[in-house]
């Protein structure tokens, strides 16, 4: 079944950098869409990138362009979402999903991973 396994979240100040991973298995990594999904404290699920299989293709939600970037690595089964120049603001649970995220498209929760938190604070 579908594994994804986040890493790399903690305590950041605001300005930091902090750089996630997500290892997959059990599915056909290099074939999938894969998106970096964020939910804020009493805030909802927020779609924040995306990337094409072969990562051609990149998304960026505007809140995090220019500061974030996704990418990944298919010899790895790895997925990544290096963030920079954080706020407060990005402070959320982290999850790498597979799938093409969007709203009103939402992969089955099966098809998640567990997340990851960041918190950006002084």
């Known amino acids: 079944q579908v594994q994804l396994v986040e890493s790399g979240g903690g305590l950041v100040q605001p300005g930091g950098s902090l750089r996630l991973s997500c290892v997959a298995s059990g599915f056909a990594f290099s074939d999938s869409y894969m998106t970096w999904g964020r939910r804020a404290p009493g805030k909802g699920m927020e779609w924040v990138a995306r990337?094409?299989?072969?990562?051609?293709?990149?998304f960026i939600a505007t809140p995090v362009v220019g500061r974030f970037t996704i990418s990944r690595d298919n010899a790895k089964n790895a997925l990544y979402l290096q963030m920079n120049s954080l706020k407060p603001e990005d402070t959320a649970v982290y999850f790498c999903v597979k799938g093409r995220a969007r709203p009103g498209v939402i992969p089955p929760r099966s098809d998640w991973g567990q997340g990851t938190q960041v918190i950006v604070s002084s």
């Open positions: 990337i094409s299989g072969d990562g051609d293709s990149t």
